[in-house]
């Protein structure tokens, strides 16, 4: 993740005075730390991977951050297993960073996890410039496009693509 991206996660993290984050792609715990810092002091971030490894260098991530260990909770698994299991209306920023051909299913999560007013960010959504590319792409890059079409369109949703790192996709829940 770039500093510019997770510059922007943090802003929008503070701007909406989140409590409530879920983060799909815990990685090694960078865009984590970003979104804990813009975060309420009171806020915990909900972190899924399918490498508990993973989790294990964002939980050291944390601590050595400052961050007391009740401020994340790590739950190892597939996205699309467990945020069926996460409260519905409960959050107010997901970010996903996950795989790139389950986008779709993670918006339609997302949504449902998202309070009204609240963010979804996708981040690395330019694909190092493949997604504007005519070539024939792979499916990730068709899925990618697919997404930004979907959230485009969407009546539900108010979006922006911030042109930060690979670009970072923002769409807001509308009430």
């Known amino acids: 993740m770039s500093p510019g991206t997770g510059a922007a996660l943090r802003l929008l993290a503070a701007t909406l005075d989140a409590k409530a984050v879920a983060e799909i792609g815990t990685g090694t715990g960078v865009s984590g730390t970003y979104l804990l810092q813009g975060m309420r002091p009171d806020g915990v971030l909900t ?3 399918t490498e508990p490894e993973r ?4 939980r050291q991530a944390f601590r ?6 009740n401020r994340a909770r790590f739950i190892p698994g597939g996205a699309l297993d ?3 299991r996460l409260a519905d209306g409960g959050y107010d ?3 996903c960073d996950g795989d790139r051909l389950e986008c779709l299913d993670y918006l ?3 949504l449902r996890l998202l309070r009204p007013g609240g963010l979804v960010c996708f981040e690395g959504v330019f694909a190092g410039g493949r997604t504007v590319d005519s070539a024939a792409q792979p499916a990730e890059v068709l899925r990618l496009r697919e997404l930004l079409r979907t959230v485009r369109e969407s009546q539900e949703l108010q979006s922006t693509l911030l042109p930060v790192g690979d670009g970072l996709l923002c769409a807001m ?3």
Do not use: I, K, N, W
Not at 55 to 58: I, M, P, T, V
Not at 64 to 69: E, I, L, P, S, T
């Open 47 to 49: 972190t899924v991977d």
């Open 173 to 175: 829940r509308r009430g």
């Open 55 to 58: 989790q294990q260098f964002a």
């Open 82 to 84: 467990v945020l069926p």
């Open 64 to 69: 050595a951050a400052g961050f007391a260990g």
């Open 93 to 95: 920023l997901v970010f």
């Open 108 to 110: 339609a999560e997302s």
